[in-house]
């Protein structure tokens, strides 16, 4: 059981609530999926000019500059592939690390990247 607590702004007043919440492991969407979306949302932060620049990101979620880089590298994955990882279902998605698809996102050409996706997907069929 996990407990949420927030704060809502109302007027002068702060209303707070706590909840216990369970968590459905068939409700949430693979680890991968989500870092991709993480990856959108915090460019996006950037990019909008809500957040300064990437140090300040790193700095806000607590994570190293490190982190932040490889979390974003995954925005360089072909929009095809992209599109796949969303969509993944939670036993495939358990079958591709992270650290692979940061690998393929390295390689220049989208071609490349799909035919190295595709071979990762195989193997773990």
């Keep these: 059981m996990r407990i949420i607590e927030y ?18 492991s068939a409700d949430r969407a693979p680890r991968l999926a989500r870092m991709l979306a993480l ?5 996006s932060l950037v990019r ?6 990437y140090g300040q990101l790193a700095r806000l979620g607590r994570i ?16 095809a592939i992209q599109e796949q990882v969303l969509f993944l279902s939670p036993a495939a998605a358990r079958a591709v690390a992270e650290l692979e698809l ?12 799909q035919e190295r ?3 990762l997907r195989n193997r773990h069929r």
């Design 7 to 24: 704060t809502l702004p109302c007027g002068r007043d702060r209303a707070a609530f706590t909840s216990a919440v369970e968590p459905k």
């Design 64 to 79: 190293t500059p490190s982190r932040l880089s490889q979390i974003l590298m995954l925005l360089n994955l072909a929009p």
């Design 102 to 113: 940061r690998e393929i996102a390295r390689l220049p050409l989208w071609a490349q990247q």
């Design 117 to 119: 996706f595709e071979n």
């Design 48 to 53: 909008s000019g809500a957040i300064r620049d």
């Design 39 to 43: 990856a959108h949302k915090l460019d």
